[in-house]
């Protein structure tokens, strides 16, 4: 059985994303999560097993190690961009704005 973490998992829409240690991506329908809800950051075990559509899919999915309530992975997608990362975007638009003039 593979293990990785849970990437996302929206309660309302009912799927999610679990990564594993590997680096793949496996999509995860609601009917195959565990009773207990899926959280970002869960560590879990899991089987791999090709959907309807053609994806890989997991199935058999058991918590391993809970991630914390709070926990933030996955609430954000990217990191924000850092000061220096939007002074250079800004310069680098100046920059092009120049060019076409």
Same mark, same amino acid.
């Given at each position: 059985?593979?293990?990785?973490?849970?990437?996302?998992?929206?309660?309302?829409?009912?799927?999610?994303?679990?990564?594993?240690?590997?680096?793949?991506?496996?999509?995860? #329908?609601?009917?195959?999560?565990?009773?207990?809800?899926?959280?970002?950051?869960?560590?879990?075990?899991?089987?791999?097993?090709?959907?309807?559509?053609? +994806?890989?899919? #997991?199935?058999?999915?058991?918590?391993?190690?809970? #991630?914390?309530?709070?926990?933030?992975?996955?609430?954000?997608?990217?990191?924000?961009?850092?000061?220096?990362?939007?002074?250079?975007?800004?310069?680098?638009? +100046?920059?092009?704005? +120049? +060019?076409?003039?």
């Amino acid at each position: 059985m593979p293990n990785g973490h849970v990437k996302l998992f929206d309660t309302t829409r009912n799927f999610g994303f679990i990564v594993a240690d590997d680096g793949q991506e496996f999509y995860v #329908a609601g009917t195959e999560a565990p009773s207990e809800p899926l959280r970002s950051g869960d560590v879990v075990e899991f089987e791999v097993q090709e959907t309807e559509s053609g +994806r890989k899919g #997991a199935t058999g999915i058991t918590v391993t190690k809970q #991630a914390p309530p709070n926990n933030p992975v996955g609430h954000t997608l990217a990191p924000p961009p850092s000061w220096e990362e939007l002074e250079e975007r800004e310069r680098q638009r +100046r920059m092009a704005r +120049r +060019r076409r003039r």
